[in-house]
């Protein structure tokens, strides 16, 4: 049989619409998820991991209960994708940081500035004072982080530090050996937020810079 110019494109337009309606489906199943993750972060943050409901989230995202879970195994998958979603790009966005061939303190300069506009300005850092607050109770969740989010900076850090002696930028090898420096500011910052901003704010991007100095030597990065 010979199909006729007019048969060949609507049996091409069949495949086409499948496409779409395929791609359409896609998008609104990751939008649900998309305001699911945002709904349970805002859950998490008000009540808490334990006190937390799936119901509340569903309520919030506008969807039924039972798509939260097409979607996550339960409430500690939906935890863990909040971090793996929110903070995994930050992570590499500092990798990167870490590892440019450049003075010691104008990588710790760069990485306050992200710290300032990348996490203490946004949801990410409900996130870090989630893990703050709630690890203790749940090692599950402070695992996770730790191995997700902390333990990658640790080790950039360390690279970071480990080139900086190498070069004699540093007259110690503390942060080499203690990578925690680098971060305890952006720690005290989140707490200090949560606990005493109302009474005492803080200027965040001083105080880091400050302890730039104190780790690295006072001066200003190029």
Avoid at 74 to 90: G, H, M, T, W, Y
Avoid at 131 to 147: M, Q, T
């Amino acid at each position: 049989m010979i199909l006729d110019a007019s048969q060949g494109r609507r049996g091409a337009a069949k495949p086409r619409r499948k496409a779409d309606r395929n791609g359409a489906r896609a998008q609104q199943s990751a939008a649900r998820r998309q305001a699911i993750l945002a709904a349970a972060l805002d859950e998490f943050s008000a009540r808490g991991f334990a006190a937390t409901r799936l119901d509340d989230v569903a309520r919030r995202a506008g969807v039924a209960k039972g798509t939260i879970y097409l979607h996550f195994r339960d409430k500690e998958a939906l935890f863990q994708d909040i971090i793996r979603s929110v903070l995994s790009p930050f992570v590499g966005t500092l990798e990167v940081a870490l590892k440019a061939d450049v003075p010691v303190q104008a990588v710790a300069h760069q990485m306050v500035e992200l710290f300032v506009s990348e996490v203490y300005g946004t949801r990410r850092r409900d996130v870090i004072r989630l893990i703050l607050s709630e690890g203790p109770r749940f090692p599950h969740l402070a695992e996770f982080y730790y191995r997700e989010v902390l333990s990658r900076i640790l080790v950039a850090v360390r690279g970071l530090a480990r080139r900086a002696v190498e070069r004699g930028e540093l007259a110690s090898d503390a942060v080499l050996r203690f990578p925690q420096l680098i971060g305890a500011p952006a720690v005290v910052a989140i707490l200090w937020n949560a606990l005493f901003e109302r009474f005492d704010p803080l200027d965040v991007k001083a105080f880091m810079l400050a302890h730039v100095d104190l780790v690295f030597g006072k001066g200003r990065a190029p």
